[in-house]
């Protein structure tokens, strides 16, 4: 049969052969056209995290398949396809990111979001490990100092929580606030699985200490700051309002910021 | 794009050119390129992955390739305007992106001193043998898998010009234009890489016969 040059070019058709079935989605994927997702573990439990090419792009608590794929298509517009795993390299970022560590890089896929939901989620971002901040001072931080109830709705639709750390964003009146992320009660273990004390700091911020400063150094934070944290206890002065240590001699501390939003939570 | 294409004189013969238009799928992409590139992905996955199998010879490495020559396309469709996306020629275009990765690919190899991890790709891809006879038992399907893997091997020991050339024309099916297009070659040069090619490949069986004839009868 092999033996003329018909037969040769026979041969060489049937060289051809179909791609493999996992080439499409995964091109898909790399250009962010689908996501991929797979569940990972976390303080609150197990949580979906969908992915492509140019990021991370929702992180919700796992439910059932048909229950994630819908949300993440309400979410982002597009098909998500389950995968075994997360990428090894991403999977170890995000474990670095919720151990605390910032420098590590976790690209997010963004995209359709409105560039004052981005600001705030970008500012959310600086907001180091185990400390909180109030929305308003998210809000003065981005230079809208009254818009502190849509960064409030802003963070309750951050599609990438705990990456984006809205965790860490709290009501000006030192209550915790709502959460996204499965609800209130995860915000609570989340910061304490962060060196925290919710209940205390709850506490502290209704006796009236929302600032607070110390007397040999004359700065001012606000309370879980890590300055804040350094003042031992016969040097801590506490501040109802930032106003207050203003005028009793006091400057803001430049990592906190203090002053940021004081205005709107006076 | 004309349907009925003449093929060179030199073979004497002619073809039909049944292939489907591209023009539908390109006006889709010129229009929304995010929600007609599944369809080019789809529509040339299984040519791109084949040329660069019989290319690389490693199914991983060609799935691999095949990939990047799918978002390189991607990417280079999101610069161009309308007009350049109706006026391009897919088949040979795509062609041209996989080929230069297989390329890249082969120079990397080679620098880190990795040969083809196996000639046999479609076995070990495990791919369905679109040329099994169904119902034949698996005797006959290993003879296939056997003479596919054969001629795969004296693929791969082409130099790689003549290679190129004789999968595009042969495995790929390109016509000799979109030959000429795909390797930046003027056809005239093509089609005698590709009759070159087919010679070399008849000298490498005639001279695996005599081998075989000589065991036979020592």
């Known amino acids: 049969m092999t033996d003329d040059t018909g037969s040769i070019e026979g041969a060489l058709s049937r060289l051809a052969l179909a791609a493999p079935p996992s080439l499409a ?5 790399e250009l962010g056209l689908i996501d991929r997702y797979a569940t990972i ?4 439990g197990p949580l979906s995290v969908a992915w492509n090419g140019l990021g991370v792009s929702v992180v919700d608590v796992a439910v059932d398949k048909p229950g994630f794929e819908a949300r993440h298509r309400a979410l982002t517009g597009r098909q998500a396809e389950r995968a075994d795993r997360l990428p090894s390299d991403l999977a170890a970022a995000i474990a670095r990111r919720l151990d605390g560590d910032r420098r590590v890089r976790i690209d997010l896929d963004l995209r359709g979001r409105s560039e004052f939901e981005q600001d705030v989620w970008r500012k959310t971002l600086e907001i180091p490990h185990g400390e909180v901040r109030p929305y308003g001072w998210v809000a003065a931080e981005i230079g809208r100092p ?38 209130p009660g995860n915000k609570r273990s989340i910061l304490r699985s962060e060196g925290l004390d919710p209940d205390g700091m709850e506490a502290a911020a209704a006796r009236g200490l929302r600032f607070v400063g ?16 350094r003042i031992t206890a016969p040097h801590q002065v506490g501040f109802r309002r930032f106003e207050q240590a203003r005028r009793a001699g006091y400057r803001a501390c430049h990592v906190c910021r203090p002053d940021s939003g004081a205005a709107a939570a006076a | ?74 990417r280079a469709l999101a610069d161009y305007d309308e007009s350049r996306i109706h006026a391009l020629r897919l088949r040979g275009w795509l062609a041209t992106i996989v080929l230069n990765l297989c390329r890249t690919r082969t120079t990397k190899r080679a620098a880190r001193g990795r040969g083809p991890l196996s000639l046999d790709a479609a076995a070990q891809a495990g791919a369905p043998d679109p040329v099994a006879p169904a119902g034949r038992g698996p005797l006959a399907v290993a003879e296939r ?51 070159r090619g087919i010679a070399m490949l008849r000298t490498m069986l005639e001279a695996e016969r005599r081998l075989e004839h000589e065991e036979m009868t020592a």
């Open chain 1, 25 to 29: 989605p995964a091109v898909l994927a």
């Open chain 1, 41 to 44: 573990d976390s303080v609150v």
């Open chain 1, 146 to 183: 009254r818009a502190v109830r849509a960064v409030g709705t802003a963070l309750g639709h951050n599609p990438v929580p705990l990456i984006v750390p809205c965790h860490r964003v709290v009501r000006s009146d030192g209550t915790l606030g709502q959460y996204s992320l499965g609800g």
């Open chain 1, 214 to 229: 110390s007397d040999t150094t004359r700065v001012v934070c606000l309370p879980t700051c890590r300055h804040a944290r």
């Open chain 2, 1 to 74: 794009m004309q349907r009925f294409r003449t093929e060179p004189a030199f073979w004497g013969l002619m073809t039909v050119d049944d292939r489907p238009s591209e023009a539908p799928l390109l006006a889709d992409l010129a229009r929304d390129l995010d929600g007609a590139f599944e369809g080019l992905v789809l529509a040339h996955q299984d040519r791109l992955f084949s040329i660069a199998l019989r290319m690389l010879g490693d199914p991983r490495d060609a799935e691999e390739a095949t990939q990047d020559a799918f978002v390189r396309a991607y």
């Open chain 2, 145 to 195: 898998h056997d003479d596919r893997s054969r001629w795969a091997r004296r693929l791969a020991e082409l130099p790689v010009g003549y290679r190129a050339a004789v999968v595009l024309r042969h495995v790929d099916g390109l016509t000799y234009p979109e030959l000429a297009t795909a390797l930046g070659r003027p056809e005239g040069t093509v089609k005698a890489q590709v009759h």
